[in-house]
């Protein structure tokens, strides 16, 4: 499996087993990891993050939350008790 980076940017792509010569780059190493939108670096021969601060916080923030089990469990209870009048 090739990692197939943008030849302008230096953006990962995909992985793949082909890619386009003319726009593309084939790099055989491991797969970026903790990155949001992984860059290759020539110079270092590393993954290096291709987002800003900026965009990467702005991802962040607009990330919803899944509520926990509990939390589920308790807002279940709480409209369940609430249908059979029920006043804590």
């Not at 030849?7 to 082909?18: G, H, V």
């Not at 990891?33 to 110079?43: R, S």
């Not at 607009?62 to 807002?75: C, G, H, K, N, Y």
């Amino acid at each position: 499996m090739t990692r197939v980076i943008d030849k302008q940017t230096n953006l990962f792509i995909r992985d793949d087993f082909t890619f386009d010569e003319l726009t593309e780059i084939g790099l055989d190493v491991e797969p970026a990891q903790g990155f949001y939108h992984p860059k290759w670096d020539f110079i270092t021969e590393t993954w290096a993050e291709g987002l800003t601060v900026e965009e990467i916080e702005a991802i962040k923030s607009s990330v919803t939350t899944i509520p926990s089990d509990m939390e589920r469990l308790q807002a279940v209870e709480s409209a369940l008790l609430e249908m059979m009048g029920v006043v804590l």
